[in-house]
């Protein structure tokens, strides 16, 4: 099963991400769609590695959230040691963080699990020729980012009252937490709305961890 690049030539592919199920009907979908060749398929970023090494493929389908070795991670290392092996992340996750985080790491495309067929075919095409693919969701948020004016960075106990927010406390336990005044907590956060122009306390931590200022857990799916 061959995908036909622009210059006559095949493009081979190695599919990765944790979840059996989601893999299965990436490469599935893939094997449907004439001319691919799947060269292998990973579990996580330290076998992906691997792969990549074995068999030199002209692009990488990347989940962002795994275990061992996460997307970012994964595609940072294959950029840095296969320059030739182009990455395109495939994900359910299209925070601003998340974007950048892949971006940065070296991804030639952000893609989303939403994306037809026919667009994942084109998007490996397109990825082996070395252009840049992103999903119109993820271009309107990249967009409308670079838009955004320069942001004011947070200070250190700016950050702590956050956390702390986000943790659910009111205004005199965080007092409590950080051995401040309660007057001095309604002032920081006065100080976190206005540099995060959110609306209230759940908006600053949305924003916060849309911009990856806060580490909370995330379960689920990558």
Known sequence: MTIQRGDGMTVRIVVVDDHTVMRAGVVALLAAEPGIEIVGEAGDGRAALGLVARHSPDVALVDLRMPVL???ATTAEI?????????????????????????EAGAIGYLLKDTTREQLAD????????????????????????????????????VDVLNAVADGLTNAEIGRRLVIAEATV???LLRLFAKLDAKDRTHAVVIALERGLLQRSTEGPG
């Not at 840095?80 to 998340?98: F, G, K, M, N, Q």
């Not at 252009?131 to 271009?139: F, S």
């Open 186 to 188: 309604k002032t920081h």
């Open 79 to 103: 950029v840095a040691r296969h320059p030739r092996t182009r990455v395109l992340i495939l994900t359910t996750y299209d925070t601003d963080a998340d974007i950048e985080r892949g971006v």
């Open 70 to 72: 996460d997307g970012v």
């Open 123 to 158: 998007a490996i095409r397109s990825a082996a020729r070395g252009e840049t693919v992103l999903a119109p969701r993820v271009a309107e948020r990249l967009v409308a980012r670079m838009r955004q004016p320069a942001q004011v960075p947070l200070t250190g106990r700016e």
